[in-house]
């Protein structure tokens, strides 16, 4: 059953829509685990918004697990005015140079304990950009889930890959090929030439169907969201591992901090915005993370079958 | 005894100093720890140089330390350049718009195992832009040195400042207070508003004096390493910790990781520069780091009495 009311502005149904999925998937996630997730809000100075986070740490399966949802608004920064215009060339400021955002977002990363189980991240959000009348402007959706396996199981990618184009296909086939392209692209840690993981879906600056389109395809994507991840938690989270695997889990964690901090935009656009709020663009970080120097898995072994997924992605379905 | 040669170009000097010192500071570290460094000899693509990483990892005092020496040159990456002529506006690009750099230098990290012992890290430089003929357009050094404790104490840091005050007074009674403050700017967590530790020296694009007298500062500096930090390291290496002390000192690692992949321009430099040694750029990252959603300190705690160091420097010496 949908959460959306047409009648409602989009900006009102895009939050109605995140803090009713928070809460699902919290639940969903809370059925694998004897913790529970703890809530914490949060708002942003000068009456900019705020936002809600939901944080499960040292579970018995997970390690570290952030559902986020934000609904925040003011003035641009000059510097993500300018980056925004790269993409958005019609954006109008005002006599001073300035303009008046709105974005409202979940976004949510999952790193489970046993190093079979994947990683899982998803974000999707509105923007608007807003005339000094308070008239919308501009807008566009964003948005992406993707999965981050230490071991390779070439189910549970395929698994996970189904799921996502079955929530795209009813909104445009050639979304689902165009928003798995963009993800293998967008999760690229370049200076490794390695994805991330196994990719999934990735959009943004979304708007060329109609809003209320966009909000269904949001609510379709997220609706994934448990049916493609739990089964494969359930199959992994009690798998026995080794030292040494966890160790592997350790060193991705590395890569899946690297790409965060390096490249991720969404955290690069948090950490320069003023009275951003830094624990919760950080709660992507894994727990714990490791680097040696210069390791390189044994030719032939799971670990190298891993790294050469991501170095060469793979169309799953 | 110094072991620069005035006869000789300034960047073979530079060459064979950090070759000298890279030695010695391994064969004083190695004094504190039962495992000794590992030589990686490792050459950069089409003829662009090479360098030789130093690495000691899970010794007995040392959790990773890495030593490491780079000769480079060749193209500049129009980024670079672009980047550059900020701070050198005088660079002359050929009809291309192209132009030639020579750079060597010599980088330090040391994370120890035990929380109570300090982490340091260093970094002695000399870069050079060339013209077509092969001749010097222009040419500038850069250095530093600091020190990131997980728990503040005030002799320590006294102790490497007085160290590196002295380093730098026979080239300017200027420079020390000039470069210490540098260097709470540079190593700024911005998004944190922490500096990385309790600071020390840093440099930049520095030709004010002659070359050889740069020279001569620079060895100045790298004699200061082994006096400023092995007693320290000597002092705190076997001192008992508990598990909430390593926690902390996995958060601030943390910490490291983050002013390294989102704010050190070297680092930032060597990640965008193709066939760069990436190994060798993240050999300063620690070996484990932790991320704890919304950790703060009890107030009045060792742990809070640090962070306020790092959010208001003070004046050592």
């Keep these: 059953m949908s959460v959306l009311n047409p009648s409602l502005p989009v ?17 969903g996630l809370e059925t694998l685990d004897t913790k529970k997730f703890k ?17 499960l740490q040292d579970g018995e399966t997970f390690e570290k697990a952030g559902v986020n949802i934000s ?3 003011g003035p641009l920064p000059h510097a993500a005015i300018e980056k925004m215009k790269n993409d958005h060339k ?4 005002d006599q001073n140079g300035e303009v008046t955002f709105f974005a409202c977002g979940l976004s949510m990363v999952i790193h489970p304990i046993n190093p079979h189980a994947p990683t899982m991240h998803l ?43 079955d929530a795209l296909d009813p909104f445009g086939l ?41 909000l269904e395809m949001s609510e379709s994507c997220l609706n994934a ?8 938690i359930a199959k992994r989270k009690d798998m026995p591992f080794t030292e040494k695997e966890k160790e592997w889990q350790q060193i991705r964690r590395g890569r899946y901090v690297e790409f965060n901090l ?44 891993l790294l050469k997924v991501t170095r060469n992605p793979i169309n799953w379905v």
């Design 225 to 232: 969201m448990l049916p493609s991840y739990l089964p494969l």
């Design 90 to 93: 019609d954006i109008k400021v």
């Design 123 to 165: 974000n999707y959000r509105y923007f608007e950009i807003l005339n000094n009348d308070g008239s919308v402007q501009t807008w566009w959706f964003g948005g992406g889930a993707d999965l981050t396996p230490s071991y390779l199981y070439i189910d549970d990618a395929k698994h996970f890959h189904k799921l996502h184009k």
């Design 174 to 214: 050639e979304l689902y090929p165009e928003f798995k392209i963009w993800c293998d692209n967008y999760f690229k840690i370049t200076h490794r030439n390695e994805t991330r993981g196994v990719g999934g879906i990735f959009y943004d600056d979304f708007n060329k169907i109609d809003a209320q389109k966009c």
């Design 262 to 305: 390096v490249y991720d935009r969404g955290t690069k656009f948090g950490l320069q915005t003023p009275n951003s709020r830094i624990e919760s663009i950080l709660m992507s970080m894994p727990k714990t993370a490791t680097w040696l120097y210069n390791h390189e898995p044994e030719e032939g072994s799971r670990e190298a079958e």
């Design 71 to 73: 609904v925040v608004h």
């Design 11 to 27: 900006r009102e149904q895009m939050e109605a829509l995140i803090r009713a999925k928070q809460l699902e998937i919290c639940k």
């Design 39 to 55: 809530a914490d809000e949060w708002t942003r100075g000068n009456n900019g918004g705020g936002g809600k986070s939901m944080v």
